[in-house]
């Protein structure tokens, strides 16, 4: 499988970068041999709501790389808790309505 990833900024004005919920994707044309291809269609047609083409790829492709360890991940999350509460009891639950509060 060959894929070209073109080296450009999201600046840049091409048709190769799409703008999708805030984040910058590369699009790529992907020659998939017959066998794998078969087994996309089966795949997909097995599925009570088949996904996409891209969905299937995307999927596939994240786990190849996670996989192999990539992206690396980050640093175990961190948090230190406040010295002293909020004085509220419901925050964690509650947190978008005081969040729209403010």
Do not use: C, F
């Amino acid at each position: 499988m060959a894929v070209i990833l073109p080296r450009l900024g999201p600046g840049e004005a091409t048709g190769h970068w799409l703008m999708l919920n805030s984040q910058y994707m590369r699009r790529t044309t992907l020659t998939i041999p017959d066998d794998p291809a078969q087994a996309v269609e089966g795949y997909v047609q097995a599925q009570k709501a088949p996904p996409a083409l891209t969905t299937v790829v995307q999927v596939a492709l994240r786990e190849y790389l996670t996989e192999r360890g990539y992206p690396r991940p980050a640093g175990p999350l961190r948090i230190t808790p406040a010295k002293r509460g909020s004085g509220y009891g419901n925050v964690s639950q509650e947190h978008d309505r005081y969040m729209a509060a403010q």
